[in-house]
């Protein structure tokens, strides 16, 4: 399995940036996507899901009516659109397969075999 992300940088508050994630190694258009992010120092944050044929969405409330995940199955690919950032969005954001789900307040993630390199954001003035 390999999941690649790209489209990281630095932006100014208000502004934009678009994450990729491309896949290989396993049957993208079957498998659940996720972007989760990690801020220096805390855990790991759930961001956005999409399900296999891209019809269903879900976003955490620190994102909802910000940032917009897609996906493109012919590409192998995964998106985050993110618009509105703001700096407590700064993170290395990781493309993650599979399924996440969460008890009694604790994220329970995929392993790590299924997770991205990551690529960083940051959002300064």
């Known amino acids: 399995i390999q999941l690649v992300e790209s489209g990281g940088g630095m932006v100014q508050p208000g502004g934009s940036l678009r994450l990729s994630c491309v896949a290989s190694?396993?049957?993208?258009?079957?498998?659940?996507m996720n972007w989760v992010r990690q801020a220096s120092g805390k855990e790991p944050e759930w961001v956005s899901a999409i399900n296999p044929g891209g019809r269903n969405t879900y976003s955490a409330n620190s994102v909802k009516g910000r940032f917009t995940i897609s996906r493109d199955n012919a590409k192998n690919t995964l998106y985050l659109q993110m618009n509105s950032l703001k700096p407590e969005d700064t993170a290395l954001y990781y493309c993650?397969?599979?399924?996440?789900?969460?008890?009694?307040?604790?994220?329970?993630?995929?392993?790590?075999?299924?997770w991205g390199q990551g690529t960083q954001v940051t959002v300064s003035s």
């Open positions: 190694g396993f049957t993208f258009d079957d498998s659940d």
């Open positions: 993650v397969r599979g399924e996440v789900t969460t008890f009694n307040g604790k994220w329970n993630f995929p392993p790590m075999e299924f």
